[in-house]
């Protein structure tokens, strides 16, 4: 896994051994922030089950202001923090743009009002199905206010969900057991 795109492209990223952490992979990553474009550029985000940290370090490679790593898994955090100072470093940036936190991802809540305008989420599939309503009162929780805010949700390409409030924009990938990239935002009354 690497860096695709942005100041820190080909920066090489560790993942955890074994399969506790499932990584982006670097191809549908790719394909989120061309979809992205410009839309990355200055904006805070919040990386909900950060894993290695791929799509939070994208965003930054690629002009993100910064954000927030959200992980509870030792080993993954640990990666995390390896590839969080290597990106730094590519980039001649301070580390202390981006925030690694140990916490549960759909239990997180920011310190002050530090809402984000792009959240990733590539939680354990396993648990999508289960709980989406969880998972969208977060996104509320942590998106700034109105209609500007995305949400990059990665899930089951088979999984299709719609939640009250919510509008998919996009979705990249997705055929039988492939990735997908679902783009959603919340529906603004008016």
Sequence with gaps: MRITGGNARGIPLRVPKGDATRPAMDRLRQSVFSSLGARAVGVRFVDLFAGSGSYGLEAWSRGASGGVFVEQGREALECLRINLAAVAKSLQADAGACVVTKADALA???????????????????????????????????????????????????????EPGWELVKRLGGGPREASACFYRRVVAG
């Design 108 to 162: 997180w809540s920011p310190v002050g009002d530090a809402r984000a305008g792009l959240i990733f989420a590539d939680p354990p599939y396993a648990i999508i199905g289960q709980q989406p309503a969880r998972f969208f009162a977060q996104f509320d929780r942590l998106l700034v206010p109105g209609g500007d805010g995305l949400v990059v949700f990665e899930m089951p390409g088979e999984l299709q969900l719609a």
